[in-house]
């Protein structure tokens, strides 16, 4: 699809990025000693912040699986196109032409499916990201708490407050990539569904088959 090969671009700098360790990180963290040193019913202030951390985990392993499950789709779609080739060894003239458009029809979904592993390694980076920047809220909530009932602490507030603000833009950026990244993923599968309902026309059936969904 037209698409592809930028999409593919996209996707291949985020796990490069990933592989190299770049991105956001923090340069900027409380030490657990000071925060033992709080009065542990004033502790609750950071548990808001530290259930954003949660999520943003949780949301990474989301993408993760939606990426496992993706990959095993297009393995069961090859699968079913080795199938269809042998059955097309065998097939007279009137079933080759129908087995030919079944691979066609497959091949444009093996097409759109690694599109959308393309969308979900960009997705994958931005979960990556927010995590960060979640991580980075919670030690600026905690460096408020310490100064906030003065225990002595030789860092600068003002330091974990860029680090936050600088890693929030980071992933304003990401975020504007992925969502014009999704508009060409829906393009890619309008184009797809469009080639599925083709053939299934063609054939005189209904376009729910298992395999294809």
Known sequence: MKHLCIRGFLALSACAMLLAGCGPSLSYTVSPDLIKRLPKNSRRSVFQAETVVTIAVDRKSSVKRQIDNTRREIDRTEERIRKVHKEAAGAG???????????????????????????????????????VLAKAQFELAKVKLVKKHSIAFGGSEEDFVEQAKSIQEDVDGMRKDVDEDAADLKRGEEEWLAVKKKYFSSIGESSKGWWTE
């Open 93 to 131: 003239a009137r079933d080759a032409e129908k087995i030919n458009k079944e691979i066609d029809m497959l091949d444009a979904k093996i097409d759109f499916l690694h599109e959308q592993i393309d969308h979900l390694g960009m997705s994958l980076k931005l979960a990556e990201m927010e995590l």
